[in-house]
């Protein structure tokens, strides 16, 4: 099984960005999924979890930022809107199928002034 997480980029302070994260080498859909996020020289912190049943978000995205996932397509978004520059950070998306637990790489994420 494999992630790969894209749509990372740089954007002004207030604008938006998609990232999207593809599921490939399995033709069950994860049991959950979530987006993690690392700023330098930080641990790696929990942003949004999805499952078929329910969303959860940290603070200090809710309201701006958006998980979802298209089943057809095996792919994990987060949109992010009102993006501001604490948002800066390595992005990761995560999968769960059982007792398995997957990762993708990151995607970088800058937000400037």
């Known amino acids: 099984v494999q992630l790969q997480a894209s749509g990372g980029g740089l954007v002004q302070a207030g604008g938006s960005l998609r990232l999207s994260c593809a599921v490939s080498g399995t033709y069950f859909s994860m049991d959950g999924m979530a987006w993690f996020r690392q700023f330098p020289g930080k641990q790696r912190e929990w942003v949004a979890t999805?499952?078929?049943?329910?969303?959860d978000y940290e603070d200090s995205v809710k309201g701006r930022f958006a998980i979802s996932r298209d089943n057809a397509k095996n792919t994990l978004y987060l949109q992010m809107n009102s993006l501001r520059t604490e948002d800066t950070a390595v992005y990761y998306c995560t999968g769960w199928l059982g007792s398995d637990h997957y990762w993708g790489q990151g995607t970088q994420v800058t937000v400037s002034s």
């Open positions: 999805f499952t078929e049943s329910t969303t």
